[in-house]
């Protein structure tokens, strides 16, 4: 099965099992070409999805950058993220999840 489809699978897994307890949800796909990527800060995304591994440097709402390395994907990285500062080529499918 093509890797696009396993993340997605599992996105949608997930999301189902949080639907009787949860508002409803926005997700937005993240394309990192060249540039960093911004979120407003009144609304930031409350968790990244990683669907490769690698490397991804965020920042927070303090503006406060940090690198987590990925092993294994999906990985969910939780927290309020303003900002996609980079990510390796192979942890570039990042879903945000508001």
């Known amino acids: 099965?093509?890797?696009?489809?396993?993340?997605?699978?599992?996105?949608?897994?997930?999301?189902?099992?949080?639907?009787?307890?949860?508002?409803?949800?926005?997700?937005?796909?993240?394309?990192?070409?060249?540039?960093?990527?911004?979120?407003?800060?009144?609304?930031?995304?409350?968790?990244?999805?990683i669907g490769g591994t690698g490397d991804v440097t965020v920042e927070d709402m303090n503006g406060d950058?940090?690198?987590y390395t990925v092993a294994a994907a999906p990985y969910e990285l939780a927290g309020f993220f303003t900002k996609i500062v980079a990510a390796t080529t192979d942890a570039t499918k990042i879903i945000a999840r508001w």
């Open 1 to 49: 099965m093509p890797e696009d489809l396993k993340f997605n699978g599992w996105l949608a897994e997930r999301d189902n099992a949080h639907m009787l307890s949860a508002p409803p949800v926005r997700h937005q796909a993240v394309t990192l070409g060249g540039g960093d990527v911004s979120f407003d800060a009144a609304d930031p995304p409350r968790v990244l999805f």
């Open 65 to 67: 950058a940090e690198t």
